[in-house]
């Protein structure tokens, strides 16, 4: 085996291992959720009063954890192929897909508009 091949076989296999340690986990991923539900509390409409606005998001940032154990946990299946994983989630008749893969996630289907349901729920 030349020095080459051996050298492209262990950065792969270097770069196998490195995603394999950085893969999300099932609370990496509550933690993506909270902040998607965050962004999109944060762009609501603008024709909500801000004093509402104010305790929208006061009450979202009290009571997150709680709504993310309830409804989102519970809801997400999370199927582990030890570089990358994949998390599917049905709620509010929506279904979320997101991959991830480097300890980042990537949106695939349903994100923003499972998060706008999610945060009227909420309130």
Do not use: C
Not at 36 to 48: F, N, S, V
Not at 95 to 102: K, R, W
């Amino acid at each position: 085996m030349s020095l080459l091949r051996l050298s492209a076989i262990v950065v792969i296999l270097a770069g196998a291992v490195g995603l394999a340690w950085s893969n999300p986990t099932m609370d990496d991923y509550l933690g993506f959720v909270e902040r998607e539900l965050g962004k999109a509390i944060d762009r609501m409409d603008q024709g909500t009063p801000t004093r509402e606005q104010q305790f929208i998001r006061q009450v979202f940032r009290s009571q997150s954890k709680k709504l993310l154990e309830s409804f989102v946990r519970p809801n997400t299946v999370r199927r582990n192929w030890g570089v990358l994983s994949y998390f599917e989630t049905h709620v509010a008749d929506t279904n979320v897909v997101v991959l991830g893969v480097g300890g980042q996630f990537v949106p695939l289907q349903g994100v923003e508009e499972a998060a706008l349901k999610i945060g009227r729920m909420a309130f």
